[in-house]
Structure formats: structure tokens, C-alpha cells
């Protein structure tokens, strides 16, 4: 027979506890020749188990490639589309700069008591502390930072309020005593020290600038 060479080999191969797909891709024929030739042959448990850790590790590379992939194409996505947007969205004007403000405390903007602005992001932060000072024209002696964070990064509290003082361009001596929350959280995170929590900037005093930016935004809403 024009196989029996690679029949034989398969076969002491599959002895040795290789796998189908090892054996047809070192001998070069289908997966299906080697299933026909090595039928009968059976494998020990301790064989078995080697192949299932092969599987199993073989699985979790080809998951790793593919986070990979998705990763890459998710950041050249991101830089696409940063570069269009920076093409569609010239430096903002100051009625624009109004109203994306506006829109933005709309969605994250407290409506109670005083002015006070909800995130995590700190590019949205940094748009509405733009806000404040260009178009409310706020003192930076009227802002207040609050933080809230869970527990299990109180040794990191130096570094969040520094993070975010940075971002803020708020000297940290006008942040107040972070909230912690004591949800136990169980996961474990590969971001851990990238986490810095939710700022609250609050402004004092404002409670007529409260009502100013609520009629704005009741105005907004019938405008069309």
C-alpha cells in the first residue's frame, strides 16, 4: 500500500499518546487517514489526561491571540475615529462650548440644592471645569472636590486625589474627605491602580446658579 509507511508511523505515534491533529500535520495526510489507521488503538488515563492539558492550554493561547486581535482593532478604531472627529469638530466655539456644557450637566449634573457635577471620565471632567470657568465664569476659590471610591483603595487615596487635582488643575487642599464605599468587592482587577473612583465637583454658593442652569436647560428642551 502507497500509505503503509505513514499507517505505520501513525500508529506508533498514536501509541505514544499523540494526538489525531499532531499525527496528521508531522506525517503531512488528513486527520481522517490517521482516525482510520489508529481506531483501535487505546489510550492510557495518563495519556488522556496529557491531551486534555494540551486541549485546555491550546484554548485559553488561541483565547489570548483572539483578546488580542479584538484589542488592535478596537485601538486603530479608536485613533480613526479621533482623527476624524478632530476633522469634523474644529476647536469649539463659545455658543458650542454653552451647550455642550449644558447637554453634559443635563445628562450627570446634580438638580437639587447646588451645582454639583457626577463622572469617572476624566475627559469629561476636564470639558466641564472648561465650562465653569469660561462660560460661568466660576472663582477657583468656589470649587469643592469630592471623591467616591471604594474601600479597598484607601491606601491609594494620596495618588487619586493627586490624579485627580492634576486634572482638575484644583489644588488638592481643596478636596474634602473622599467617601469610601464598603461594597466587598471580590474581583480582582488588572487595572487596579488605574482606577481613581468618581469625582463630584461641587461649587459653593450656587444655588441661584442652580436655578440659571435648570432654566437653560427647560429652554433647551423646547427649543427645536
Given at each position: 500500500m502507497a500509505k503503509s509507511k505513514e499507517k505505520f508511523l501513525a500508529r506508533d505515534l498514536?501509541?505514544?499518546?499523540?494526538?489525531?491533529?499532531?499525527?496528521?500535520?508531522?506525517?503531512?495526510?488528513?486527520?481522517?487517514?490517521?482516525?482510520?489507521?489508529?481506531?483501535?488503538?487505546?489510550?492510557?488515563?495518563?495519556?488522556?489526561?496529557?491531551?486534555?492539558?494540551?486541549?485546555?492550554?491550546?484554548?485559553?493561547?488561541?483565547?489570548?491571540?483572539?483578546?488580542?486581535?479584538?484589542?488592535?482593532?478596537?485601538?486603530r478604531n479608536i485613533e480613526t475615529f479621533l482623527l476624524q472627529g478632530k476633522?469634523?469638530?474644529?476647536?469649539?466655539?463659545?455658543?458650542?462650548?454653552?451647550?455642550?456644557?449644558?447637554?453634559?450637566?443635563?445628562?450627570?449634573?446634580?438638580?437639587?440644592?447646588?451645582?454639583?457635577?457626577?463622572?469617572?471620565?476624566?475627559g469629561a471632567v476636564t470639558f466641564m471645569m472648561r465650562w465653569f470657568r469660561e462660560i460661568l465664569k466660576i472663582e477657583e476659590s468656589r470649587f469643592y472636590m469630592y471623591i467616591n471610591i471604594n474601600n479597598i483603595h484607601k491606601k491609594r487615596l494620596q495618588a487619586v486625589i493627586d490624579y485627580w487635582s492634576k486634572i482638575t488643575r484644583i489644588n488638592a487642599k481643596q478636596f474634602r474627605k473622599p467617601s469610601l464605599i464598603k461594597t466587598k468587592n471580590k474581583k480582582v482587577y488588572d487595572n487596579f491602580s488605574e482606577h481613581y473612583g468618581t469625582l463630584c465637583i461641587r461649587i459653593a454658593k450656587s444655588s441661584s446658579l442652580l436655578y440659571q442652569i435648570l432654566g437653560w436647560i427647560e429652554a433647551m428642551k423646547g427649543a427645536g
Open positions: 498514536r501509541k505514544n499518546g499523540l494526538s489525531m491533529k499532531e499525527i496528521a500535520e508531522r506525517l503531512k495526510v488528513s486527520k481522517g487517514s490517521v482516525s482510520l489507521w489508529c481506531f483501535d488503538i487505546k489510550l492510557t488515563k495518563k495519556q488522556i489526561q496529557i491531551l486534555h492539558d494540551k486541549m485546555v492550554r491550546g484554548s485559553y493561547k488561541g483565547r489570548a491571540i483572539g483578546a488580542k486581535i479584538q484589542k488592535d482593532r478596537k485601538r476633522r469634523d469638530i474644529p476647536e469649539l466655539k463659545k455658543g458650542e462650548l454653552f451647550i455642550g456644557g449644558l447637554g453634559l450637566y443635563w445628562g450627570e449634573g446634580s438638580k437639587k440644592s447646588a451645582v454639583r457635577f457626577y463622572n469617572s471620565d476624566p
